[in-house]
C-alpha cells in the first residue's frame, strides 16, 4: 500500500512563512496529481494548489503569489512554500495524491492525515 504522510505544519505569525511537505511510501506504484487541500473550521475542504505530473500548477486565487507548490518525482514528494500567511489560511491542510498501483488498472486517490496550520494575527 501507499502511505502519505504530511509534516511543517505549526504555528506562525502573520506575515510569516512555513513549509509543508508530503511523502509517499510505499512500493511499485506511480503518481499522476498530487496536491493540498485545506479544511478550516465550519468550511468545506478547499484545494490550495495542485500540480500535474506534467509539473503544471494550480493555486486559489486566495493564495496566488504567495503559495508555491513543487515536487520531486524522484522522492516521491511534493512540497508547498507559504509565504505571508494570513489568519485566514489557519486550516488542517491534507496531502492528496492521484496513484496507480501496480497491476491495478486505475488510479486511486490518496490522503494524508493532515497538518495543522495556526496563522496568529
Known amino acids: 500500500q501507499v502511505q502519505l504522510v504530511e509534516s511543517g505544519g505549526g504555528l506562525v505569525q502573520a506575515g510569516g512563512s512555513l513549509r509543508l511537505s508530503c511523502a509517499a511510501s510505499?512500493?511499485?506504484?506511480?503518481?499522476?496529481?498530487m496536491g493540498w487541500l485545506r479544511q478550516a473550521p465550519g468550511l468545506q475542504r478547499e484545494l490550495v494548489a495542485g500540480?500535474?505530473?506534467?509539473?503544471?500548477?494550480y493555486y486559489a486565487n486566495s493564495v496566488k503569489g504567495r503559495f508555491t507548490l513543487s515536487r520531486d518525482d524522484a522522492k516521491n514528494t511534493m512540497d508547498l512554500q507559504m509565504n505571508d500567511l494570513k489568519p485566514e489560511d489557519t486550516a488542517v491542510y491534507y496531502c492528496?495524491?492521484?496513484?496507480?498501483?501496480?497491476?491495478?488498472?486505475?488510479?486511486?486517490?490518496?490522503w494524508g492525515k493532515g497538518t495543522l496550520v495556526t496563522v496568529s494575527p
Open positions: 492528496n495524491a492521484v496513484i496507480l498501483l501496480s497491476g491495478s488498472r486505475s488510479y486511486m486517490d490518496f
Open positions: 510505499g512500493s511499485n506504484f506511480s503518481i499522476n496529481g
Open positions: 500540480i500535474s505530473s506534467g509539473g503544471s500548477t
